[in-house]
């Protein structure tokens, strides 16, 4: 079995695979002030409200897009499994040819996640996450990068408009029954959410026209992909473990390798 875990600036989502079954996934906050011992005991204990053994896992993976948790990841990782992780760095086998001008540039995470779209589902195809911040990537059907788009995230505007405005309350983040808004968080919800649905449908629209791609196969992950598309109108494909699938893949890509 393996251990797969996707650090993003918000959330760790981890996940164990059993050949390709996930067998078990877990998502914690993500904290830079952990020690080593702490998080090592924290990942540990995850495994106690499962049914799978830490015994079991023979190696680990993983992807990161913030550094300053890596020491005490990896070392935790280190004490508790004595197991040396594989990290997603570049140099790596992806199956992905990242044609751009410095593929140094590209986030770990949107690398896992093309792996993945590209690999289960095909090419063309287009990943939309919805993270921290909102992430359009796309690759075509020879497998190679095309074009990435970066957006501020859904609870990145609902958290600015609290932050900055003293009379504006914190909300949930949820479409309203309707855009004609009563009430000052309704008005909110209806700016933020149907704000973000729009974003993504003129994104998508001008992707598909650009790169004369009508039937570009669209593939969104993240916590509120379903709040955007609650009806399933928007998107192809909605896979909340998108990332979890893309480190497998890259694992066996790569297990083989010094």
Request: charged letters at 25%; hydrophobic letters at 40%.
């Amino acid at each position: 079995m393996i251990l797969v875990i996707d650090v993003g600036n918000t959330n760790i989502v981890l996940g164990v695979y059993d050949g390709e079954r996930l067998a078990a996934n877990w998502r914690i906050t993500t904290l830079n002030n952990r020690t080593a011992d702490e998080t090592g005991s924290l990942i540990r204990s995850l495994f106690s409200y499962s049914d799978v053994d830490i015994k079991e896992i023979e190696s680990v993976i993983i992807s990161s897009v913030v550094p300053n948790i890596m020491y005490s990841l990896t070392n935790g990782i280190r004490k508790q499994l004595h197991i040396e992780p594989m990290i997603v760095k570049a140099g790596m086998k992806t199956g992905i040819n990242l044609r751009m001008e410095n593929p140094r540039e590209m986030g770990s995470n949107r690398i896992v996640n093309l792996v993945a779209a590209y690999e289960i589902y095909g090419g063309p195809v287009v990943v939309v996450d919805y993270s921290t911040a909102t992430m359009f990537d796309v690759v075509n059907k020879n497998g190679e990068f095309v074009t990435a788009i970066t957006a501020p995230g859904v609870q990145i505007c609902a958290d600015a408009l609290y932050q900055k405005a003293a009379q504006l309350p914190k909300i949930e983040i949820k479409k309203p029954n309707s855009i004609i808004a009563k009430n000052t968080v309704s008005s909110i919800q209806a700016g933020i959410v149907i704000g973000h649905i729009g974003e993504t449908l003129y994104i998508l629209e001008q992707l598909k026209e650009k790169l004369k791609e009508p039937y570009l196969k669209v593939v969104a992950t993240g916590g509120l992909a379903r709040v955007i598309d609650e009806k399933e109108e928007i998107f192809d494909v909605i896979d909340p473990v998108l990332s979890l699938k893309g480190l497998r893949i890259l694992y066996e890509k790569n297990k083989h390798r010094k």
